[in-house]
Nanobody
Framework: QVQLVESGGGLVQPGGSLRLSCAAS????????IGWFRQAPEKEREGVSC????????NYLDSLKGRFTISRDNAKNTVYLQMNSLKPEDTAVYYC???????????????????WGQGTQVTVSS
């Protein structure tokens, strides 16, 4: 059974950092890309970043480049999202997802992601 579990969210002050984790099970993480997404209150879910099986990354939001970094540790079946210099507008529920039908590369269309975690809340506030 495919399962993705996010963790690491919480309350942080503006300018602070958080590292989110996405623990994967039920499939071989080595062979697949993993994406991170977020959804703020009353807004559409948006893509943040993706990492391919060969460690190539794709930023869905250019505005986050330089602040957010995606990485993976296949030995731990975990993908990370390091978030630095956080801003109040980064407040959202953050999700990870896998495009099992698409495979090892990062899809440009978010509709290719077919398994999702439950999300972890990130709140940036003073």
């Amino acid at each position: 059974q495919v399962q993705l579990v996010e963790s690491g969210g919480g309350l942080v002050q503006p300018g602070g950092s958080l590292r989110l984790s996405c623990a994967a099970s039920g499939f071989t993480l080595d062979y697949y890309a993993i994406g991170w997404f977020r959804q703020a209150p009353e807004k559409e879910r948006e893509g943040v970043s993706c990492i391919s099986s060969s460690d190539g990354s794709l930023n869905y939001l250019d505005s986050l480049k330089g602040r957010f970094t995606i990485s993976r540790d296949n030995a731990k079946n975990t993908v990370y999202l390091q978030m630095n210099s956080l801003k109040p507008e980064d407040t959202a529920v953050y999700y990870c997802a896998v495009p099992l039908r698409y495979g090892s590369r990062c899809p440009h269309l978010l509709s290719f992601y077919d398994y999702w975690g439950q999300g972890t809340q990130v709140t940036v506030s003073s």
